[in-house]
């Protein structure tokens, strides 16, 4: 699929979920701006590398998804980089794991601010040039932790079910503007989020990494396999086409049978 003279803002894309989506999309020919942390000289390889590669521009700003006025400088940027924000991937997201009583409230507040109320000013400053072009499509990575819980995750599950109930809100409101709104819910994923809660596990209950892992997708995914973070990268790249035009407010599970038990 072509996404040809477009242009593509993806939050922590310099990692994991995030890189393969900026990836998948510069591929179709769309311009990206790259956002995350990391490297410096790793992230301007990634830059320069898809830039060539793919013949799109590609830039990277290093804003901080905590930080509403670095969030509307980011998007301003892209705009006049690109001269249009036609796609927003709000996906940076951060994860931490303890019972409530031992959730430190800094961990609460940095999980929201990043996982969910970046969500709200990315589109918040990004939607107003959106419904201007009368195209535009906005795709928020949630989680199938945005429709069921685990113990031990209260910001994270907190944020994701928020980001589900916005994407809704927004998806309702961009009825008939020719922008979309919707959420992917990725199962487990092998990226370095789940690497290190695989690696805390081994640590925790004295047993090898590997099979912890196995441990980790048995108690959870039927199939027993991660998705693929090309595959997520699929879905945004389906969200973004034609064919999903008629999609609004919803959700894109794979999760290997997680949510279907
Ligand atoms: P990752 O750790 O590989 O990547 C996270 C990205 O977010 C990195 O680029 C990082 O630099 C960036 N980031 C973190 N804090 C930031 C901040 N304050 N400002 C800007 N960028 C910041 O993680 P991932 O697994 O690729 O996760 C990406 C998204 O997918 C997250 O929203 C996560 O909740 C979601 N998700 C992941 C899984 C999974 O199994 N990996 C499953 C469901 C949903």
Request: hydrophobic share 45%.
């Amino acid at each position: 699929m072509s996404l040809k003279g477009k242009s593509a803002l993806v939050t922590g894309s310099t990692s994991g979920i995030g890189q393969a989506i900026a990836e998948a999309f510069a591929a179709a020919g769309c311009n990206v701006m790259l956002n995350g942390f990391g490297d410096a000289a790793a992230i301007e390889t990634l830059r320069a590398g898809l830039a060539k590669k793919c013949g799109v521009k590609v830039e990277y700003d290093g804003a901080d998804m905590s930080k509403p006025a670095e969030i509307a400088a980011l998007v301003a940027k892209t705009n006049a980089a690109f001269g249009g924000v036609d796609i927003l991937v709000n996906n940076a997201g951060i994860q931490y794991v303890a019972p409530i009583e031992q959730f430190p409230a800094e961990r609460w507040d940095a999980i929201i601010a990043i996982n969910l109320s970046a969500t709200f000013h990315a589109i918040h400053a990004a939607l107003p040039l959106m419904k201007a072009a009368k195209w535009g499509r906005i795709i928020n990575i949630a989680s199938t932790h945005g429709l069921v819980a685990s113990a031990q995750k209260v910001a994270y599950v907190a944020a994701k079910h928020g980001i589900v109930g916005l994407t809704k809100v927004v998806g309702m409101e961009c009825a008939d503007t020719g922008v979309t709104c919707n959420a992917i819910c990725p199962g487990w994923v092998m990226t370095p989020l789940v690497q290190k809660q695989i690696e805390a596990r081994a640590k925790e209950q004295g047993i090898p990494v590997e099979q912890a892992r196995r441990n980790l997708l048995a108690e959870k995914q039927p199939q027993l396999q991660f998705t693929t973070t090309e595959q997520i990268a699929g879905l945004a790249l389906f969200l973004a086409s034609d064919t999903a035009s008629n999609m609004q407010g919803t959700q894109l599970v794979s999760d290997g049978g997680w949510t279907a038990q």
